[in-house]
């Protein structure tokens, strides 16, 4: 079965710190996206990538960045960590071609708490 | 600026019941509109999808009625189980790179026994 993999479910970190979250997925998908939740926000954008080293801000980018060198990988990067980037982190991917008829398959997603 | 504007935040039925969840949106260029369930500890998974050329969408227990000209649609989840409680989001998307879907704020149902 699938798909998308976030590299750790749970993580503490401390202000300041330069944080990495992984996301890989085995589908071959075109699109990446990095998504933040947040309790009573829903599911917000953060970055989105729709090939190899090419990224797009989402709606909320400020803090972070997004590396995309593999198809399969695209990591979300919290340049100095702070205690308002606590949050619930869904990676997702998609094939390419609008509208997207499979939808999104997201990960199980990352929760981050930054002390 | 919230483009998808999902209602209520939370909802409580009882088994059997028919919740009714309530999206708008204000962007005319969306064209795809999906909702997806999650459940606690688990991403997001897309639950049904409509295109506006259609006013209605059935699968199995799951209906999403759609209104272009008001720019609203619904999930309607016919007799509802213990097992539908979750939260629900409303998403669209529009044409165009990586077709990236907006969501609404999600509402979190229990269905009781």
């Known amino acids: 079965d699938v798909k998308v993999t976030q590299s750790s479910r749970y993580l503490v970190k401390r202000t300041g710190e330069k944080v990495f979250l992984e996301c890989v997925q085995d589908m071959d998908h075109e699109n990446m996206f990095w998504y933040r939740q947040d309790p009573g926000l829903g599911l917000r954008l953060i970055y989105f990538s729709y090939d190899v080293k090419m990224k797009e801000k989402g709606d909320i980018p400020e803090g972070y960045s997004v590396s995309r060198e593999k198809k399969e990988r695209f990591s979300l990067i919290l340049e100095s960590a702070s205690t308002n980037q606590t949050s619930m982190y869904l990676c997702?991917?998609?094939?390419?071609?609008?509208?997207?008829?499979?939808?999104?398959?997201f990960g199980s997603g990352t929760r981050l708490t930054v002390v | 600026q919230q483009q998808v504007k999902q209602s209520p935040q939370s909802l409580i039925v009882q088994k059997g019941g028919i919740p009714i969840i309530n999206c708008a949106y204000e962007?005319?260029?969306?064209?795809?509109f999906p909702w997806y369930q999650q459940f606690p500890g688990k991403g997001p998974a897309l639950l049904i999808a409509?295109?506006?050329?259609?006013s209605e969408k059935k699968e199995g227990r799951f209906t999403i009625s759609f209104n272009k000209s008001a720019k609203q649609f619904s999930l309607h989840i016919m007799d509802s189980q213990p097992g539908d409680s979750a939260t629900y989001f409303c998403a669209a998307s529009s044409a165009g790179t990586a077709s990236k879907l907006t969501f609404g704020t999600g509402t979190r149902l229990q269905v009781t026994l």
């Open positions: 962007n005319t260029a969306f064209d795809y």
């Open positions: 409509i295109r506006p050329d259609v």
């Open positions: 997702a991917s998609g094939a390419q071609g609008a509208p997207p008829l499979r939808g999104y398959t």
